[in-house]
């Protein structure tokens, strides 16, 4: 097992046994409860076990905690897929992560989406991607598969012209300052944005840099209100369980009230075109 899963698995144990030690039970007396052996408590809090669906069940219904049983199953079915590591995700090159991100976008109605410093994929340029995958290849130290990782996102973009999908993009003003690749690349990508402010199923919004601190902040993308993703330096995380997916919903509702958009948001961009205009 890897150490990242032992510790989710951990992690679950701790929440269980937190269950039952406010519930006023011993392990032993809860193993009695459940018709389990007297052992099986222990491994499951100490990581060594994982529970089924029913075993959370059993648990919560003899802690007077049912209530937290869609939480704690949506942890168990998707432990093993909740952590991917970046060199597992992209052990093969960029294309299969790539084809995966249309599987889940095409199953998606409502797509909000939030980035502090980079443009969504969904909203890149050939260019623009094609210096972002190529940052991503070489430092992580994955096969190179440059020119059909591009050519899979690009793909996954028609997905923004399909009736029956809707998007709600929110970035940081910083995203229009950062520079992937050249000032040529960042006009292309600027531009590209003054066309997605006219797009009829796209919401886009731009926070002010000086906009005041309310939550904390890294870039996430929740998928109607079943799943939130994450990426990290390390790994991908795939956040299922209900309750923590309403927070992310709470958190990207503020940064959506945070955001300007149609004409103050096109000024914001025209600003970043015409500094990019003045460097070169």
């Known amino acids: 097992m890897s150490d990242s899963l032992h510790q989710l698995r951990e992690a679950l144990g701790g929440r269980l046994r937190e269950l039952r030690l406010n519930s006023g039970l011993t392990g032993t007396e809860l193993a009695h409860l459940a018709g389990w052996h007297q052992t099986k408590v222990s491994k499951i ?3 060594k076990t994982k529970p089924t669906d029913a075993d959370v069940r059993t648990w919560c219904e003899h802690t007077n905690s049912m209530d937290q049983v869609p939480d704690l199953i949506a942890t168990v079915r998707n432990m093993e897929a909740s952590y991917l590591e970046w060199r597992r995700v992209l052990g093969t090159g960029t294309k299969r992560r790539q084809q995966h991100s249309i599987k889940l976008e095409a199953e998606t109605q409502l797509m909000r989406w939030y980035e502090p410093v980079l443009i969504p994929g969904l909203l890149q340029t050939a260019e623009y991607a094609e210096e972002i995958m190529r940052n991503v290849i070489e430092f992580q130290g994955i096969p190179n598969d440059l020119e059909e990782g591009v050519s899979k996102r690009m793909e996954r973009q028609q997905i923004l012209y399909k009736r029956k999908h809707r998007f709600h993009f929110v970035i940081g003003e910083q995203a229009l300052r950062t520079t992937v690749g050249d000032d040529r690349i960042m006009t292309g990508q600027l531009d590209r944005l003054l066309a997605v402010l006219g797009m009829s199923r796209v919401l886009f ?4 840099a000086e906009t005041r601190y ?6 996430f993308i929740i998928f109607d209100d079943r799943t939130v993703m994450v990426e990290n330096v390390t790994a991908e ?3 299922t369980q209900p309750r923590e997916v309403a927070t992310y919903g709470r958190t990207f509702n503020v940064l959506a009230k945070q955001s300007v958009t149609g004409n103050t948001a096109r000024a914001l961009i025209s600003a970043a075109l015409e500094r990019r205009a003045q460097s070169g």
């Open 214 to 219: 309310q939550v904390p902040i890294s870039n």
């Open 237 to 239: 995380l795939t956040i």
């Open 205 to 208: 919004g731009i926070v002010p």
């Open 45 to 47: 809090e100490y990581g």
